[in-house]
């Protein structure tokens, strides 16, 4: 129910754009999010959206290089990655619940998705 695309290989300073379709789930869902996992290490969350009334948050190591976005029309959440840096490379994964509590702060979110790789070199 969550489908992710527009990973990919960049080098160090380029740009991406993520997508994530939630088919549906925006309707029981109050906010959204971008987690992201490195080999080897722990899955860690990126960026999360309210999706009614758009507040923000993000992890300190992505501040001012990734935005959160979301197409409520389209049922779409997006993050644009700028400034790039080999220590973004993961797969990241797009997420949703109805809790911001369990979505951001006890990072174990309801749904995922099935993650897309970013590789920046």
């Known amino acids: 129910q969550l489908v992710e695309s527009g990973g990919g290989s960049v080098q160090t300073g380029g740009s991406l754009a993520l997508s994530c379709v939630a088919a549906k789930l925006t309707y029981s869902s109050n906010c959204m999010g971008w987690f992201r996992q490195a080999p080897g290490k722990e899955r860690e969350g990126v960026a999360a959206i309210l999706l009614r009334g758009d507040d923000t948050a993000y992890a300190d190591a992505v501040k001012g290089r990734f935005t959160i976005s979301q197409d409520a029309t389209k049922d779409t959440l997006s993050l644009q990655m700028i400034e790039l840096k080999p220590e973004d490379t993961a797969m990241y994964y797009c997420?949703?619940?109805?809790?911001?509590?369990?979505?951001?702060?006890?990072?174990?979110?309801?749904?995922w998705g099935q993650g897309t790789q970013v590789t920046v070199s």
């Open positions: 997420a949703a619940d109805s809790s911001v509590l369990r979505l951001w702060v006890g990072k174990s979110p309801t749904y």
